[in-house]
């Protein structure tokens, strides 16, 4: 069965850094476009970031925009999310996710087919 399993979260302070994995399996991750939302309590889930299945193309939410950066290796099987000048605000459980072959990255959630169990990032102020 497709299997999408995070790592690197974690409690850090205020301009720290972060890289969060996503590790696929039971997919042809090749044919995936991936991307990471993110979720804090009584709020609904938000896009982060989101790469196409070739890698060519990426897409960011404002808020995360110049501190973040999303790359993947189609021969690892893996996505990742480079987090940098994290704020406390940044704050939430983040989410792997995966989309069969869209035309483009799409930031609603709804459209994504797959999800991780997610992981925790925290950022003390």
């Known amino acids: 069965q497709v299997q999408l399993v995070e790592s690197g979260g974690g409690l850090v302070q205020t301009g720290d850094s972060l890289r969060l994995s996503c590790a696929a399996s039971g997919l042809t991750f090749s044919q995936y476009t991936m991307a990471w939302f993110r979720q804090v309590p009584g709020k609904e889930r938000e896009f982060a970031a989101g790469i196409s299945w070739t890698g060519s193309s990426t897409r960011y939410a404002d808020s995360v925009k110049g501190r973040f950066t999303i790359a993947r290796d189609n021969v690892e099987n893996t996505m990742y999310l480079q987090m940098n000048n994290l704020k406390p605000e940044d704050t939430a459980v983040y989410y792997c996710?995966?989309?069969?072959?869209?035309?483009?990255?799409?930031?609603?959630?709804?459209?994504?087919?797959?999800w991780g169990q997610g992981i925790q990032v925290t950022v003390s102020s």
């Open positions: 996710a995966a989309d069969y072959l869209p035309a483009t990255v799409r930031d609603v959630a709804h459209r994504y087919d797959y």
